[in-house]
């Protein structure tokens, strides 16, 4: 197992390259099944997830891999399969986006329940309640759920639950609904650039989609889907997490390929706790010289704060004077990260789903445990500003969703290293 070891203090100066986004990448490899021919999806970086979503792609006899930044994806008519596997879906649970892509082309689908999420209970029933309304005979089977259609059919869909949209529930269903029969109207689909991203691929293939970026999504089934050469958007999340790291640090740092218009309510609240950010020449520059401000957070579907920058807002928060406050509305129970915050010095206090947080004057570098993929990422923000040093075992979380992130930050001047443990 490896770790990452951090000497905290350093401002980071410099600039960073930002890589495209897991959460377009996912769904986008996953739309290929869609098609008898072959997509070629580019800008796609070498994540533990992307060869997760590799190995699903082959696992349904699809010739799939990834070589500089791009992944070639064939299929083998003869040779598909409908299975995903337990094995493979429990590592990774955006593999339940196969379900709606598999129903509609092959007729069936047979994909194993994702299982348990440490960021919190994360059901699967609006993907179900849109698969059966578009005709899809659903049950659940020794842990799987196993899916049948002979063709689906267009319906009128409201994709809402408790927390409002679902990100992969709307892609499920929009998958599913290119190659139904008729008209499917979405109402209350999520609007995440990750959904417009998978919807802009899908028309490269060929499929008719109305109301792209709004909450009511227009989808007039076709026959056939052709493939399609598709480069995916720069990630928002990497990027808000870089900007924290060049605002905690009290750094200066240029984004490179950062796309402004997907980072509005991560840029206003940066701004509203003093953070100085201004767009040059195509690239964002991030900079703090004054005290930090206490800021108050909820996290809200798009373009709300997003729930994957929670943590990384609260370690900022850990050291601004004054209190501040994150209230999560995606996943009330996101808070594995508070603990071991708590454990460098930091002042945290969970009230239901809100944390409060007291900032201290400075956290101190310790040994601590990443939990999940941003809460990986909140413990290496910490550590860049800790006094002293910082070690973050079970970084496999990290490699998840940031490609190279120490790398990144090393080239940006922090003293942070990968080692063996
Ligand atoms: N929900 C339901 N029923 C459903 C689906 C979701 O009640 O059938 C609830 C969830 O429990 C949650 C809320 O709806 O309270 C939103 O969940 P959503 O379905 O939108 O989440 P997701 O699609 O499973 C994606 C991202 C997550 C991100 C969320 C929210 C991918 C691969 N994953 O998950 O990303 O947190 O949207 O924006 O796109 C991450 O990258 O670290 C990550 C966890």
Redo the contacts with the bound molecule.
């Keep these: 197992m490896e770790k990452l070891v951090i000497e905290g203090g350093k401002p980071l100066k410099g600039e960073v390259e930002i890589s495209g986004a ?2 377009s990448c ?2 986008i490899m996953a739309a290929s099944l869609l098609t008898d021919e072959p997509c070629v999806i580019r800008n796609v970086p070498p994540l533990r997830d992307i060869h997760t979503m590799i190995k699903l792609l082959k696992a349904l006899g699809i010739k799939a891999e990834w070589s500089n930044y791009t992944v070639f994806v064939e299929p083998r008519v003869k040779q598909r399969k409908y299975i995903a596997p337990y094995q493979l879906v429990k590592t990774m ?2 593999s339940v986006c196969v379900l709606g892509p598999l129903l509609s082309k092959l007729h069936r689908a047979k994909v194993s329940l994702p299982g348990g999420c440490v ?10 309640k849109g698969l059966s309304a578009l005709g899809g005979e659903i049950s659940i089977e020794h842990g799987y759920v196993v899916a049948k259609a002979k063709q689906l059919k267009g319906a009128r869909i409201y994709l809402g ?9 709307t ?1 499920n269903v929009m998958m599913a609904a290119v190659l139904a029969k008729g008209k499917t109207l979405i109402e209350n689909a ?1 609007s ?1 650039p ?1 959904i417009i991203d998978l919807a802009n691929f899908l028309l490269k293939m060929g499929a008719k989609i109305k109301g792209i970026a709004t909450h009511i999504l227009e989808i007039e089934g076709v026959k056939e889907l052709k493939g399609a050469d598709y480069s995916v958007i720069p990630d928002r ?1 990497e990027a808000g997490t870089y900007m924290i790291a060049g605002a905690i640090t009290g750094g200066d740092i240029r984004l490179k390929s950062a796309q402004i218009e997907h980072l509005g309510a991560v840029i206003d609240k940066l701004q509203e706790a003093g953070v100085e950010i201004t767009l040059q020449r195509e690239e964002l520059r991030v900079s703090r010289r004054g005290k930090l401000r206490p800021v108050e957070v909820t996290t809200l ?1 798009y373009p709300g704060f ?3 920058m929670q943590a990384q807002m609260m370690s900022l928060m850990t050291v601004t004077e004054g209190i501040s406050v994150i209230t999560e509305k ?2 009330p129970d996101r808070f594995m990260h508070v603990a071991e915050l708590n454990r460098m010095g930091a002042e945290i206090m969970l009230e239901g789903a809100s944390a409060i947080v007291k900032g201290v004057k400075k956290l101190s570098g310790a040994p601590v445990m990443a939990s ?3 809460a990986s990422a909140a413990l290496v923000l910490a550590g860049l500003v800790a006094k002293g040093k910082t070690e973050i075992s079970r970084i496999y979380h990290l490699d998840r ?1 940031y490609e190279a992130m120490e790398k990144k930050l090393a080239k940006l001047g922090a003293r942070i290293w990968r080692v063996k443990e």
Aim: a negative charge.
């Design positions: 897991k959460n996912l769904p649970r955006a960021i919190g209970h994360r059901p699967i029933d609006l993907h179900l639950g408790p927390f409002g949209s679902s990100v992969l529930g892609a999520a995440e990750e999340i579907p997003p729930t994957d995606i996943y999940d993929l941003r969703g």
